[in-house]
């Protein structure tokens, strides 16, 4: 069977998570399918102008849907990094010092790099920094990067842009220089320097938190597709997941919000505000009456209050990346209390089932969810 379809969906970052698990297990148990791969991978490079390597070809995919699962990995091999995203680049470690350098990176590029299945922070000189923590921890500085605890010199401008994946069931906080604190949510993704210069810049996608420090002179600015967001310094979400309507919330302080180019027609949210941009291109404003479930992801919590356990399954559903189905008796189960969010929709489903009279089992992929006996 030809599968050269789905070896290219993957490289140029189209392919669904269904998808990412089938390249796997084709790569894992076939010699032959591996080789076609690498042929396709090749001449998918060759047609972009990109350097080719047979072996962090294979890595492309095995080391970053979720083959291997390390914490903190280093490659040698330089993992695509050196040739489908950040060209010209040589892989450093973080204790061989070089001469700081200018690099030019393509922001597109970054955001078109494989999801991995663990928090990934792949900086502008090619190390590419894996985390096994539910919620990773990361501080900026002109000088490098703090990721749980671990500091990675940087050999490169500290303008240069750098990418942060956060995966299903997984969350991010950041911490630049400046103060600034972001708070990623699960299946997000932000490119952003390890510095600021003359603008404080960061394109995102998925869901975020931000707390910005303020700075009368320098304006905080977030761009999501064509969605563009400019702050002094306040506290706001924004959320831009692919199948949702994008949207920005205000908490307090005041953002400015514009669409496209057209900077002229922006609109200007006061707090409890929150600017939604539907798939027709509408642009709505309402009021933001109850933000509990809206910044509890944040606190790694859900918190229920007579939510029926449908509304509950279809939240872990998105959180996790999985798919959940119910059955009528089960849909209508009302939940009240908080629920930690677990590293893994399995264990989450383990304690509900603790709690509600329910069961789950796994069956193809999908998780099916009844009522118990019990």
């Given at each position: 069977m030809n599968h050269e379809s789905l070896f290219l969906n993957y490289l140029d970052g189209k392919a669904g998570l269904n998808e990412k698990r089938q390249l796997l297990r084709l790569l894992k148990d076939s010699p032959q399918e591996r080789e076609a791969f690498q042929l396709t991978y090749k001449k998918w490079a060759e047609q972009r102008g990109r350097i080719f390597d047979p072996y962090p070809s294979l890595d492309l995919v095995m080391g970053k849907v979720?083959?291997?699962?390390?914490?903190?990995?280093?490659?040698l091999a330089a993992v695509f990094a050196a040739a489908a995203v950040i060209a010209a680049i040589l892989i450093l470690t973080p204790f061989h010092k070089r001469p700081v350098k200018d690099v030019s990176v393509a922001k597109a590029e970054l955001y078109t790099y494989p999801e991995s299945d663990t928090p990934l922070a792949l900086l502008s000189d090619g190390q590419v920094l894996h985390s096994d923590a539910v919620e990773m921890q990361v501080s900026c500085t002109g000088g490098g990067i703090r990721i749980d605890g671990h500091d990675y010199a940087m050999a490169v401008s500290a303008q240069a842009s750098c990418m942060l994946d956060v995966p299903y069931g997984h969350r991010a906080r950041v911490q630049f220089a400046d103060g600034t604190v972001i708070r990623m949510n699960a299946h997000s993704r932000m490119v952003f320097p390890l510095s600021f210069g003359k603008e404080r810049c960061v394109q995102m996608t998925g869901e975020a938190l931000f707390?910005?420090?303020?700075?009368?002179?320098?304006?905080?600015?977030?761009?999501?597709?064509?969605?563009?967001?400019?702050?002094?310094?306040?506290?706001?979400?924004?959320?831009?997941?692919?199948?949702?309507?994008?949207?920005?919330?205000?908490?307090?302080?005041?953002?400015?919000?514009?669409?496209?180019?057209?900077?002229?027609?922006?609109?200007?949210?006061?707090?409890?505000?929150?600017?939604?941009?539907?798939?027709?291109?509408?642009?709505?404003?309402?009021?933001?009456?109850?933000?509990?479930?809206?910044?509890?992801?944040?606190?790694?919590?859900?918190?229920?209050?007579?939510?029926?356990?449908?509304?509950?399954?279809?939240?872990?559903?998105?959180?996790?990346?999985?798919?959940?189905?119910?059955?009528?008796?089960?849909?209508?189960?009302?939940?009240?209390?908080?629920?930690h969010l677990r590293p893994t929709l399995s264990e989450m489903l383990s304690e509900l089932s603790g709690i509600f009279p329910i069961k789950s089992r796994n069956q193809d992929g999908v998780w099916l969810v009844s009522r118990s006996s019990n």
């Open positions: 979720g083959y291997r699962r390390r914490s903190f990995v280093l490659p707390d910005v420090s303020r700075d009368e002179g320098c304006p905080f600015i977030v761009e999501f597709d064509d969605v563009r967001v400019q702050v002094l310094g306040t506290r706001f979400l924004i959320s831009g997941y692919e199948t949702d309507a994008h949207r920005v919330a205000l908490v307090s302080g005041s953002v400015n919000v514009s669409l496209g180019d057209n900077r002229n027609q922006s609109v200007t949210l006061s707090p409890n505000q929150m600017y939604t941009l539907d798939d027709n291109g509408k642009v709505n404003v309402e009021d933001v009456t109850d933000w509990r479930g809206m910044l509890d992801w944040a606190d790694g919590v859900y918190r229920a209050d007579g939510t029926s356990m449908q509304a509950l399954l279809s939240y872990l559903s998105r959180y996790y990346g999985e798919t959940v189905e119910c059955d009528a008796p089960v849909a209508g189960i009302s939940c009240t209390g908080t629920l």
